[in-house]
Each structure stands twice: as C-alpha cells, then as structure tokens.
C-alpha cells in the first residue's frame, strides 16, 4: 500500500481529482486530495492576503494530519508551485514527486517569473475591481460558484519557491505534458525535462485536465511509481 497526495490547481478545488482518487483507494491505496486555503470546498476562507507559503503550509499540515510518512506527490497546474514548495520541506519523505501539466519552476521562481505578457495582463487587469483575487483565466463576466471555482489569490502568482536541498533526496520526478491543449503554458516545462536525469515523461492527448481525458493513462502513471 502506497499514500497520495493530489494538490490541484488555481481557481478551483479538488473534485478534477475524483476519478484518480476513487480508483486508487479501490487499488488499495491512501489518497490526501489537498484542500487550499480560499480554493474549492474551502473558498469561504478567500481573501487577498493568502501567499504561496499559506498554500504550502496547507498541504504540509493535511500530510501530518493523515499521518502518512512517506507518500507521492502529485500537483496539477499551479499545484506545480505548491508541490515543489513542499519538496523543498519533506522531500526525504517523497517517493515520487509528479507534474501534470504543471508549472515547474527553478529556485528564486514565482509563477509570474514563468508566464508571459498575456498571463501577466490577465493577473493584474482581472483583479482592478476585486484587489488582489485573479479572475480565472480567459474568463468573460465571470461569477463564483461557491465551492467549485472562485477567484485566486494574487499573492500566490507573485511569491516565489525557495529550494533547500531537501528537494534534491526525492529519487523519482515525472512531467505529464497534455499535448492536445493548444496554446499550452507548459510545452517549455515539457521539454526541458525531456532527456534529463532523474525524469521521466509523458506525453498525454488530452486538454489541460489529464484527470477527465486520458484517465486511464493517469491512474496507470500513479500506479507505476510504486512498483
């Protein structure tokens, strides 16, 4: 038996993750689907003072509350800045650390550092009349839905990861790179961890939610990192 935690991504919660969690608690496995701050099921707790570290602390502390001790860590999206945050904390403990279409970003890196002209726009010009909370991206006249997808914190795009060596004792890193999503953010994270030590890589036909397109595909690249 194996423990998982699946961080997801910005403006909404957990349920992308539904499928991928039933099915690895049917294969006999413990699943933590992080719940964060001001995000999905917890989007009562929104405002604009939340950071990337709040975030971080979130998955940090659900970790110790589900008592597992060593686990795979999964993020989707901007849970690709979450994640790597916590590696940078428990990376002794983290059997396998996977990115699924996910921002990955380098030491010093916040996720405006990794985005272009068109994500630094949205950022700010979204947020003028709710200071601070991001509309969700390409949104037109966009309203909460409370519990599903909200607003994003600004703060969280903004702050920046720091490594600290722990990150470097996990022994197994994997990129999902959805390669029917276009135009796609992530290609450059794709290929730059193509050939690179330490990484392996998959290619998946799929939008930006792996988890509802190539499930299938998903659940077997979970599976295959506790073998």
């Not at 970790?63 to 916590?86: C, K, N, P, Q, W």
């Not at 722990?166 to 029917?180: D, H, L, N, Q, T």
């Not at 796609?184 to 794709?190: I, N, V, W």
């Not at 890589?201 to 599976?223: G, K, N, T, W």
Request: hydrophobic letters at 40%; glycine letters at 12%.
């Amino acid at each position: 038996m194996a423990n998982y935690v699946l961080v997801h991504g910005a403006w909404g919660g957990g349920k992308p993750y539904q499928r991928l969690a039933a099915e690895l608690t049917q294969a006999g496995h413990e699943v933590l689907v992080a719940a964060l701050t001001g995000l999905g099921v917890r989007s009562d707790e929104l405002h604009p003072g939340i950071t990337l570290t709040d975030h971080i602390d979130d998955v940090c502390d659900q970790i110790t509350e589900a008592g597992f001790d060593r686990f795979v860590l999964a993020g989707h999206s901007y849970g690709g800045m979450v994640i790597t945050g916590v590696a940078a904390r428990l990376g002794a403990r983290i059997d396998a650390l996977v990115y699924i279409d996910a921002f990955l970003p380098g030491d010093g890196e916040s996720l405006w550092d990794i985005t272009g002209d068109y994500e630094h726009a949205w950022y700010i010009d979204s947020q003028k009349f709710t200071p601070g909370l991001v509309a969700p991206i390409g949104s037109v006249d966009f309203e909460p839905v409370p519990g599903q997808v909200g607003r994003h914190p600004l703060l969280t795009l903004t702050e920046a990861v720091r490594f600290t060596g722990e990150e470097a004792r996990i022994p197994r890193r994997v990129y999902v790179f959805a390669s029917g999503w276009e135009p796609t953010p992530f290609r450059r994270f794709s290929d730059q961890v193509q050939g690179r030590d330490g990484w392996e890589h998959h290619d998946s036909q799929s939008s930006h939610f792996v988890m509802a397109d190539q499930p299938e595909q998903l659940f077997s690249i979970m599976l295959g990192l506790v073998d």
